[in-house]
């Protein structure tokens, strides 16, 4: 199935450098830079990324693709968007000892430099978990699956809500199940917090026929929703388009040339399938850098 939903990844001028790095990463990984600035007309706020890349793609298997956005410092990205890596056992041949191995490879990588967020170890969940944000502010979650765990895609975005906001965690999943196509409520599971008695609401579900998740949580999650990561939705034409934007734009000064920022404070990106070849038209970046809502007979 093609990807519909793609996290993007902000970067400050490092897209290309962290696109290698998670080849080193990632077991058959793969990045390549799939748009660039043009050479000349670039709006003032843009002046000195002349041909460099916009966009680098990173392939982390067949089913699934990140993509890195090289600009500026604007912003960063924050756990408020993770990445979950469910790591299945049967995919080392049921050598659950391999899988620990994988795990902790990528995670000695991820965690040189920065934050861990929740320590790697065993948690009542699963035996072998960790969260840790990596030099480029990205935030991953790696849970070892247990060999009779249901299916469930290896990659797959997780919306974390705080304390602030776990209350909006049921409402942002029936709004996010009622307006995309192919969508369904999984697996809601309720954890007990060592120690408090406070309990985390895990939820897997379906947007566009796509696997994410979302954690409601007692815990404080630092700057829960920027547009450091964003959402990518490619949609099959203008009728989708103008339904999603429709649906999920809730801050009027967000909108620009495709993006929107929700009630819940999730940025999207609502985009044509098609997006990447109609940047490869001359004149199509500036006037798209015009629009708020795309709109395709004008690009």
Known sequence: MTQRII???WCDRTAEE??????????????????RYPTEGLPDFQKGF???PVVVDVTLDDDFRISLINAGAEYRPTPGISLLVNVDPGRFGGDEQAARAWINHAWTLLAEHDRVIMDIGEYSFSPLYGWVEDQYGVSWQFKLLRPDADPIARYMPMLTFGADSRDEAPQALALYT??????????ILDYVVSGTGEEIVYTEFRLAGQQLSMMASPEDVEASFTPGVSLLVRCDG????DRLWEAL?????????GWLVDRFGVSWQIVPADLDALLARPGVYGRMLRMTRIVIADL
């Not at 009622?178 to 697996?187: I, K, L, M, N, W």
């Not at 203008?238 to 388009?241: C, D, K, L, S, Y």
């Not at 734009?249 to 040339?257: F, G, L, N, R, T």
């Open 7 to 9: 996290p993007n990844i």
């Open 18 to 35: 962290a696109g290698a790095f998670y080849e080193t990463v990632f077991d058959g990984a793969r990045s390549r830079v799939v748009a």
């Open 50 to 52: 002349e041909g460099l």
């Open 178 to 187: 009622s307006t995309f196509p192919d969508a369904e409520v999984g697996r």
């Open 238 to 241: 203008q009728e989708e388009i």
């Open 249 to 257: 734009s809730a801050v009027p000064d967000a909108e620009a040339c």
